[in-house]
């Protein structure tokens, strides 16, 4: 879905968004360019880290550094955003991954420690590094990636779940503590969105495609990884304002009942 010509709310605004390179993260960072946002892409090509990269930046994406551990690399990308940008106004805390599916008693305990220091920690992490930044600002808004499976539970998918359930928690915890600075923090969540991790998911579970999945899906069809951009362009700009702790369903109505 195209802008209006001219349609800025975000001019002026400098957005980091991280997982920039996936397919959310880059639709998004796409979506808060257009809408005159100076976006700061942050990715790793793996899950356990490595090198920040370059490809498939839309042009006013900057790659941040590479660190050894978690803590310095949001610390990093942190301090990086804020020497090119000077300021975040808006930060996608995005990146996230799947992980193994299987059953609690299956599960691989280092794969669930994988997902939950990319999901929760990561999260967590980025909330400490920026928060602080909008503090002093006394504004900016937040968002940070959930899922349908932050509200629900589903067989042989324990650490997704149970990590996008805490990104939900760390979402309202930190729109109390955010508050009293102007600082909004909101959680979006995707459901089943035409994607890469989507098919890998499925797959996995032995559901004979993506497709299969409309049925339960009240008005129909996939998402796309535009609904997911428009969402979390709304909840960035000033036209939310009067919203935060929210956590916005991005479904078609798959979670309702
Ligand atoms: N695709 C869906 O159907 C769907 C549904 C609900 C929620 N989500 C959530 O949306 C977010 C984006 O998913 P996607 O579909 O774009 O997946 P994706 O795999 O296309 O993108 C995720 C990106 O995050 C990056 N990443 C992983 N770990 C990272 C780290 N520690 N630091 C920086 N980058 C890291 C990956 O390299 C990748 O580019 C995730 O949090 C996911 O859980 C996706």
């Known amino acids: 879905m195209s802008d209006p010509a001219g349609y800025?709310?975000?001019?002026?605004?400098?957005?980091?968004?991280?997982?920039?390179?996936?397919?959310?993260?880059?639709?998004?960072?796409?979506?808060?360019?257009?809408r005159g946002a100076r976006v700061i892409g942050v990715d790793h090509p793996s899950a356990d880290g490595g090198p920040v990269e370059t490809a498939r930046w839309p042009r006013r994406i900057h790659p941040a550094a590479r660190r050894r551990d978690r803590r310095?690399?949001?610390?990093?990308?942190?301090?990086?955003?804020?020497?090119l940008g000077s300021r975040i106004d808006i930060f996608f805390n995005n990146a996230g991954i799947e992980g193994t599916q299987a059953s609690i008693q299956d599960y691989p305990t280092d794969e669930f420690v994988r997902?939950?220091?990319?999901?929760?920690?990561?999260?967590?992490?980025?909330?400490?590094?920026?928060?602080?930044?909008?503090?002093?600002?006394k504004s900016g808004s937040i968002i940070n990636t959930s899922s349908?499976?932050?509200?629900?539970?589903?067989?042989?998918?324990s650490s997704y779940i149970i990590?996008?359930?805490?990104?939900l928690g760390?979402?309202?915890?930190?729109?109390?503590?955010?508050a009293p600075f102007g600082v909004r923090v909101n959680s979006v969540h995707p459901g089943f969105i035409e994607s890469r991790m989507l098919t890998d998911i499925v797959h996995n579970l032995g559901?004979?495609?993506?497709?299969?999945?409309?049925?339960?899906?009240?008005?129909?069809?996939l998402g796309t990884i535009d609904d997911i951009a428009i969402a979390v362009a709304f909840l960035a700009s000033d036209e939310s304002s009067y919203v935060t702790g929210h956590s916005l369903?991005?479904?078609?109505?798959?979670t309702v009942g």
């Open 72 to 83: 310095s690399r949001v610390c990093g990308y942190v301090e990086k955003s804020l020497a």
């Open 115 to 137: 997902v939950f220091n990319v999901n929760v920690l990561g999260v967590f992490l980025g909330m400490k590094y920026v928060l602080p930044l909008m503090q002093a600002q």
């Open 163 to 167: 990590s996008k359930h805490a990104v």
């Open 8 to 34: 800025q709310p975000l001019a002026g605004k400098v957005a980091v968004v991280t997982g920039a390179a996936g397919a959310i993260g880059s639709a998004t960072a796409r979506k808060l360019a257009e």
């Open 170 to 178: 760390l979402t309202r915890t930190a729109s109390l503590e955010a």
């Open 207 to 221: 559901v004979p495609g993506a497709e299969a999945l409309v049925p339960a899906v009240p008005l129909g069809r």
């Open 249 to 254: 369903l991005v479904d078609r109505g798959k």
């Open 148 to 157: 349908i499976a932050g509200l629900i539970g589903a067989a042989n998918m």
